[in-house]
């Protein structure tokens, strides 16, 4: 079904509200998942909510927790997130070296203790397009298997990077994963097979059943170098937040345990000259501008699809699956008649 | 032929020195290149010694240029490296912001107007060897096609991660380009085929030829999100440092234009308390010993197979093309030759 956006930006914030979430942590977490279906990515978007009401209800989200932040050097803010809503505690932390960067240079902030961050070019934009470079990083429970082996031993361990451009700053939010488990989920519930590449199954075999990959392995992207990518990335989160590693990450799909990956900011403050700023721009529309080969119609920038996606959809709503629009309904009204249920008491 | 490790190193220096190359900077010029031999990367190795040479005879390399280094914010280095030799001025850059990370925990070096730095690995197990972790990048010539498009416009934009483990460091480093473009001069020299998803043909078609490969453009790895980090890379880089972008980027191939990349160090100091550094190590054994797939007879962590060809070369000596070590050989000698006369007048 089609919802007007911010018809589903107030239900998803009554749904928050409802189960004990301070106003202004609510409309952050719903803008954070309000976003991710505006631009396309329905992974990262509001069929995310009802697990993180289970989490809150379950006691290992803490809606209300505005996370403890620590200067441990000039430069490195640790926090520590208190089982706070990710995107909470993580925007925390960015403003923090957000304006850090700017007296200094640059600042890194260390998060651990804290849930499920989302879409990553949400905050890579909000700091490119304060004139800003930023570097996000974050970890997931192991889903990837390493380049020539069986198991899954590696988060989906995503990047963005964001660079200050003209009309729009540039940004780009990848997982080191060939493709994302949700891929896989939706393939399984339309009993669609998925291609040998995508994924083990959980004796290690090359498998086109997607029921066989959930329990498997995603395979890293671009082969031994995004697996390199992807273990890099793993150990640069721990060792900055103290966050667990491989099989040990956990509460990151499940709606039970305390969240123990890491998030990793890292803002830059280059002073960017105007000129300069317009050479990016000059040289990103270059590229656009870039003959294309047969099969394509035009060479993209990472963001432009995702915007274009955001300026449609916002006059003509979000496309939602039925039973994502009914989940959060509900979640709605049996909370409302539950609070019924208790005045009458 | 087969030369042992040392005496490679001598005739480097050697050469170098001939060439007006204060002993210091000969000596980490030559180690540099001696590295990359040992690790088994011979297209960053002694091959590019002539190069660097004539670089230096055609004075768009000062070989006693130590760069001109102003920390712009308490975080962030600008380093004018005047024309310096690549190593010689990323060097005295990554130790400033070594020290100053150890202060601050985080500081960060926008290089502009320096030689190529060659193999990022150096830089990156540097840092990591002494507790630290470092984030390297690096532009190049546009020598990448973006992803659906037919022309060269991006550089092989290398990152190289080095992150603090036991017994050694953890470092990867790799080019966003699918392969090098020494690769490719390699089978246009044996007269061999290369695989048609390797690169474009300079009318944008993807060719088997490497001659005509040479010419066009090599393809990005994996795909779209190789693509995205290579195009984020050329614009962190050159927003950062100030360096050329696309296909305005020169000097890193040729021996007559002032180098107009840019290179941009990140050193953050995590306090690694000695449990987490076990963990990390433990992990990454952990991954080493994942059951690998049909086909595969281990799994390897990024690093792995190049410090074992370094044990292996810094006894049994390092394999060169004989016209490799004729060159040097000859640039040695043309030079004493010089010299002799010089002294004969």
Redo the contacts between chains.
């Keep these: 079904m089609i919802v007007p956006a911010e018809e589903a930006r107030n239900l998803a914030t009554q749904v928050l509200r409802l189960h004990g979430t301070p106003e202004t942590h609510a409309e952050i977490q719903a803008d954070l998942l309000l976003e991710a279906e505006l631009r396309g990515y329905a992974s990262h978007g509001l069929l995310r909510l009802p697990r993180i009401v289970e989490r809150i209800r379950n006691g290992v989200a803490d809606p209300s927790a505005v996370g403890l932040s620590q200067w441990?050097?000039?430069?490195?803010l640790r926090v520590d997130g208190q089982r706070g809503l990710g995107p909470v505690i993580a925007l925390r932390g960015l403003d923090e070296i957000s304006e850090r960067?700017r007296?200094?240079?640059?600042?890194?902030a260390?998060v651990d203790n804290s849930n499920h961050i989302g879409m990553l070019a949400w905050y890579a934009e909000r700091i490119a397009a304060a004139g800003q470079?930023a570097?996000c990083f974050s970890t997931s429970e192991a889903l990837v298997?390493?380049?020539?082996?069986?198991?899954a031993?590696?988060g989906t361990n995503p990047?963005a990077?964001g660079?200050?451009?003209r009309p729009h700053p540039?940004v780009?939010d990848?997982a080191t994963s060939l493709v994302a488990m949700g891929k896989i989920y939706d393939h399984a519930n339309r009993a669609q097979a998925i291609p040998s590449h995508w994924a083990?199954d959980r004796h290690?075999?090359p498998t086109t059943d997607p029921e066989a990959a959930k329990a498997g392995a995603i395979a890293p992207?671009?082969?031994a170098?995004?697996y390199?990518?992807g273990?890099?990335f793993?150990?640069?989160v721990?060792?900055?937040a103290?966050s667990a590693?491989?099989?040990s990450v956990q509460g990151t799909l499940d709606s039970t345990k305390v969240c123990n990956k890491g998030d990793v900011f890292?803002v830059?403050?280059?002073?960017?000259e105007t000129e300069?700023a317009d050479?990016?721009s000059r040289?990103?529309n270059?590229?656009r501008n870039?003959?294309?080969?047969d099969?394509?119609s035009?060479?993209?920038?990472?963001g432009d699809r995702s915007r274009a996606s955001r300026v449609e959809r916002l006059t003509a709503g979000i496309s939602l699956p039925d039973e994502v629009w009914g989940e959060l309904l509900e979640l709605a009204g049996a909370q409302h008649q539950k609070r019924d249920q208790g005045t009458l008491q």
Tied chains: 1, 2.
């Design positions: 441990v050097h000039p430069g490195f960067a007296q200094i240079g640059i600042a890194v260390a470079i570097l298997h390493p380049w020539g082996g069986r198991r031993m590696i990047i990077i660079v200050p451009a540039f780009m990848m083990l290690g075999k992207f671009g082969d170098k995004g390199a990518l273990l890099a793993e150990l640069l721990s060792a900055l103290g590693l491989g099989q890292i830059i403050s280059p002073d960017i300069t050479e990016l040289y990103l270059a590229v870039c003959p294309p080969i099969g394509f035009a060479v993209t920038v990472p």
